[in-house]
């Protein structure tokens, strides 16, 4: 079992940013992949990115490809998600994933879920 724990949220103006982090349990951390998604009201929710076990080949979504910044450190069992260029759109809540499978956009690929921080853009 893996526990993750997301912090950093908060309120930012449009091109302000943020720094997302999500820190795990246990001494395993390194033996999976790690993925972000957002969820807004109303909305369902979106694969952001994900990064490698050993924090090689990250991609993003489109929209947010050149803004956001997955990295992850591994002696401290944490993964972070970097926000520049934040729009209103962005607002939602984010949530930190843990999985076995590298490359998947789909949650069903993740078995571990953090409960998320909040993000909120202002324009």
């Known amino acids: 079992q893996v526990q993750l724990v997301e912090s950093g949220g908060g309120l930012a103006q449009a091109g302000g940013s943020l720094r997302l982090s999500c820190a795990a349990s246990?001494?395993?951390?390194?033996?999976?992949?790690m993925g972000w998604f957002r969820q807004a009201p109303g909305k369902e929710r979106e694969f952001v990115g994900t990064?490698?076990?050993?924090?090689?080949?990250?991609y993003y979504a489109n929209s947010v490809s050149g803004r956001f910044t997955i990295s992850r450190d591994n002696a401290k069992n944490t993964v972070y998600l970097q926000m520049n260029s934040l729009k209103p759109e962005d607002t939602a809540v984010y949530y930190c994933?843990?999985?076995?499978?590298?490359?998947?956009?789909?949650?069903?690929?993740?078995?571990?879920w953090g409960q998320g921080t909040q993000v909120t853009v202002s324009s």
């Open positions: 246990g001494r395993t951390f390194s033996s999976y992949v």
């Open positions: 994933a843990a999985g076995k499978t590298y490359g998947s956009r789909s949650m069903a690929l993740y078995d571990y």
């Open positions: 990064i490698s076990r050993s924090g090689t080949n990250p």
